[in-house]
């Protein structure tokens, strides 16, 4: 079993950043691929982000390349997502989940978060 918490959403205005943490508590952080997905009101949880276990292999999604950044720290277990010019197309609920591979699809992760808010206004 893997707990996760999300940190680190909030109102930002457009253009601004935020860092998003995500910590893990419970058995193997290190073994699991981690990703982050984000779902705007009235619509479908979409990929952002995913980092291998080791944190060897990242990937984004197009809309986000380039200016979001995942990263992890197994030693604190814990993953963070950097986000860069932010835009108000973004403002959604982002949730960080655990699964045996670093893939983009919402079905192959087992653990998730509850959640963090981030609204950006333009």
């Known amino acids: 079993q893997v707990q996760l918490v999300e940190s680190g959403g909030g109102l930002v205005q457009a253009g601004g950043s935020l860092r998003l943490s995500c910590a893990a508590s419970g058995h193997a952080f290190s073994s699991y691929a981690m990703g982050w997905f984000r779902q705007a009101p009235g619509k479908e949880r979409e990929f952002v982000a995913f980092i291998s276990y080791n944190g060897g292999r990242t990937y984004y999604a197009d809309s986000v390349k380039g200016r979001f950044t995942i990263s992890r720290d197994n030693a604190k277990n814990t993953v963070y997502l950097q986000m860069n010019s932010l835009n108000p197309e973004e403002t959604a609920v982002y949730f960080c989940?655990?699964?045996?591979?670093?893939?983009?699809?919402?079905?192959?992760?087992?653990?998730w978060g509850q959640g963090t808010q981030v609204t950006v206004s333009s």
């Open positions: 989940a655990a699964g045996p591979a670093p893939t983009m699809r919402v079905v192959d992760y087992d653990y």
